[in-house]
């Protein structure tokens, strides 16, 4: 089993920035890609970005593209996720999830482990 910690969530003003961090444990072998995914109030859940694990890969929503940079340390089992510029159409729960093989990663059906979620609220 593969166990997801998210952390660095908060509240900043709109134009601001936050850095989330994803840590995992357990059997951090079987991670293919590591990434985020978010859901607004009364929205459905949707992808962010992801990083595979070995090459760094990354993949990014066209609506963070630019704004957001995800990385990671592979060292530390550790993705981090840089928001800057935020607006407050970015307020959400951001969930981390892990891909225990490749697939579509712009679908959650597609991720295998999640975590339990962090607040982020940006306000105007």
């Known amino acids: 089993q593969l166990q997801l910690g998210e952390s660095g969530g908060g509240l900043v003003q709109a134009g601001g920035s936050l850095r989330l961090s994803c840590t995992a444990s357990g059997r951090t072998s079987s991670i293919y890609g590591l990434g985020w995914f978010r859901q607004a109030p009364g929205k459905e859940r949707e992808f962010v970005t992801t990083?595979?694990?070995?090459?760094?890969?990354?993949y990014y929503a066209d609506s963070v593209k630019g704004r957001f940079t995800i990385s990671k340390d592979n060292a530390r089992n550790t993705a981090y996720l840089q928001m800057n510029n935020l607006k407050p159409e970015d307020t959400a729960v951001y969930y981390c999830?892990?891909?225990?093989?490749?697939?579509?990663?712009?679908?959650?059906?597609?991720?295998?482990?999640w975590g339990q979620g962090t607040q982020v609220t940006v306000s105007s």
């Open positions: 990083i595979t694990w070995n090459i760094g890969q990354q």
């Open positions: 999830a892990a891909m225990a093989a490749f697939g579509s990663v712009g679908y959650a059906h597609e991720y295998d482990y």
